[in-house]
Nanobody
């Protein structure tokens, strides 16, 4: 049974930093990607950052380019999203996902999802 569990969300002031974690179990990394998505109230779920199963390739979405980094734990049992220079528009529920085809930014291309963790950025 594949299980993804996010943690690390919370409230920060604009300009602050947060690191989100996704604990991974029951999943074998391959050529398929893992990713982070976010969804704000009334908005569609959007991709944030993606990493290949090997950990050697990453893709960062335009709105957060230069402000986030995605990485794998050495034992590949966790995926991290490091965020800095946070803005109020970054406020959303953040989800990690696994099984993405070719690091696709489309939510429908991922097979497994965590329950989400709330990030709130105040001005």
């Amino acid at each position: 049974q594949v299980q993804l569990v996010e943690s690390g969300g919370g409230s920060v002031q604009a300009g602050g930093s947060l690191t989100l974690s996704c604990a991974v179990s029951g999943y074998t990394f391959s050529t398929k990607c893992m990713g982070w998505f976010r969804q704000a109230p009334g908005k569609e779920r959007e991709g944030v950052a993606f990493i290949s199963g090997s950990g050697t390739g990453t893709l960062i979405a335009g709105p957060v380019q230069g402000r986030v980094a995605i990485s794998l734990a050495n034992d590949k049992n966790a995926v991290y999203l490091q965020m800095s220079s946070l803005k109020p528009e970054d406020t959303a529920i953040y989800y990690c996902a696994a099984g993405g085809r070719e690091c696709s930014p489309s939510p429908g291309d991922y097979d497994y999802w965590g329950q989400g963790t709330q990030v709130t950025v105040s001005s």
